[in-house]
């Protein structure tokens, strides 16, 4: 999916709050010109994929006119009480394309029951609401913040609960598995894909799509680090998914209105996310008329546009030749590397963990942009692997790096070469390698900051 949108919409966005206490009446939620289109719009030009919405938070409102609790929609001033944002957002996904997914926090600080057994039933009959009501759901999410220790405040803030015994999560993925059978979960312990460790964008230069999946729950307190960058000899492949807002909060403040992050910014995300083997859930603060403020549509559109001209040309269609190390025949060389076919690759004989391709150029040619991808369906395999060029002194070499997975990206001082070496130097077992692609993106072009009578 590489790039998709998270939205964090919800009556925090009238409480000016993050985490809403759950004592805050469903009078104050009143969007005035609440448009799911626009937010379908903005994601699609953006080259998202789809959007996942806050259905419920943490303060226990839903956005839907759910059977569970009146702490609704339904009871919002909101179209007389007869909206629904899901409704909205599942249909403006289908007109333009999109995949839609839930948020629905575990944490609840406004149900009555939160804490004791009856709870998880109103959970879960509130995720049946959610999987059946609003079409094909592409990703369930689960936040690791829910109800454990080290939290405060909240209306019913002594109902501390154990995250890894309470929530009985194999039973509720049952539910998913059963309504939504292509769905993802996501959580810190996937079952399907997990938390990168960190809401600031970026995913850690060795990045396992592996995970010891059963070591790990919802909201543990060592994930970060410890998990982070998956695990080499995980058990499960559960990949990385990197979220982060484009502004400070997840929802919308207006104070944070000249905090939108920048282009600079957005594209250091970029590349350090879907360039080291993760996906990218950026979120949208939707402000209180119910629109993706102008700002941040400003922002990840410039994004967008430099992503096209950053990926315009792939100059590995000028090379002149490329060879390898070695390869394993037919149907295995490495020019498959540059077919555009990721269904294709090339790979060696099954003990050889190490080896090369080298590419040649017709004539020098500049390039600051390496990109490679692994055969996933095999699994993940690289631990190790270089970049050289040739220079008039042999092959210097320019980038030393680890793992590979789905997507790595590198981003390299501009350098003109007559030829490039890419060698896998350890694998876990023969690597397969799909794609490679060299890029000379140009530079970000920042406006001086021009002072007046200074
Ligand atoms: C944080 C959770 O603690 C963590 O488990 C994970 O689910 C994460 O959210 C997802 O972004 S809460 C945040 C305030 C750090």
Not at 174 to 202: C, M, T, Y
Not at 350 to 362: A, C, K, R, V, Y
Request: include cysteine; charge should be negative.
């Amino acid at each position: 999916m590489e790039f998709y949108a998270f939205i964090h919409f919800n009556i925090n966005t009238f409480s000016n709050m993050e985490w809403g206490l759950g004592d805050e009446k469903p009078e104050i939620f009143n969007p005035s010109e609440l448009d799911a289109r626009q937010w379908a719009k903005v994601a699609k030009e953006s080259g998202m994929k789809g959007i996942i919405i806050t259905a419920k938070h943490h303060d226990g409102f839903c956005l839907w006119p759910t059977a569970t609790t009146e702490h609704s929609v339904k009871n919002s001033p909101w179209k007389n009480g007869e909206g629904d944002v899901l409704r909205e957002l599942a249909d403006a996904c289908k007109e333009y394309g999109l995949k839609f997914g839930v948020y629905l926090s575990p944490w609840d600080r406004n149900n009555a029951h939160y804490g004791t057994p009856e709870y998880i039933d109103i959970f879960r009959s509130q995720l049946r609401e959610l999987l059946t009501n609003y079409g094909d759901i592409f990703e369930v999410w689960f936040d690791g913040a829910n109800g454990g220790s080290g939290y405060y405040g909240g209306a019913n803030e002594d109902r501390r609960v154990d995250k890894k015994t309470y929530y009985d999560w194999e039973n509720t993925y049952k539910i998913i598995r059963e309504l939504q059978p292509n769905a993802v979960i996501f959580s810190d312990a996937g079952p399907d894909i997990r938390w990168v460790g960190n809401e600031e964008g970026h995913a850690y230069p060795t990045t396992w799509s592996n995970l010891m999946r059963d070591e790990v729950y919802g909201g543990m307190p060592e994930y970060a680090p410890e998990y982070s960058s998956g695990q080499e000899n995980g058990t499960h492949w559960v990949p990385a998914e990197v979220d982060v807002s484009i502004r400070p909060g997840w929802y919308y403040h207006p104070y944070e209105d000249h905090k939108v992050k920048t282009l600079p910014q957005l594209l250091d995300i970029y590349y350090e996310s879907i360039g080291r083997n993760g996906s990218l859930l950026l979120n949208f603060p939707v402000d209180q008329r119910g629109l993706i403020h102008e700002k941040d549509a400003e922002q990840v559109l410039k994004l967008a546009a430099k992503i096209k001209e950053d990926f315009a040309e792939n100059l590995i269609n000028n090379l002149a030749s490329i060879e390898s190390s070695s390869d394993r025949g037919h149907g295995y060389t490495a020019d498959l590397i540059a077919d555009e076919k990721p269904e294709t690759y090339w790979t060696m004989g099954d003990e050889e963990i190490s080896g090369s391709i080298t590419m040649t150029f017709d004539e020098p040619t500049a390039f600051n942009r390496f990109l490679v991808q692994e055969y996933i369906p095999l699994g993940q395999r690289v631990k190790a692997f270089t970049l050289e060029v040739k220079t008039d002194q042999g092959w210097e070499e320019i980038a030393n790096e680890t793992t590979i997975g789905y997507k790595r990206i590198l981003r390299l001082p501009e350098i003109t070469t007559s030829a490039l070496r890419f060698t896998v130097t350890d694998a876990k077992s023969v690597p397969l390698i799909s794609e490679m692609g060299i890029y000379n993106a140009p530079n970000v072009v920042v406006a001086p900051i021009v002072k007046r009578n200074p």
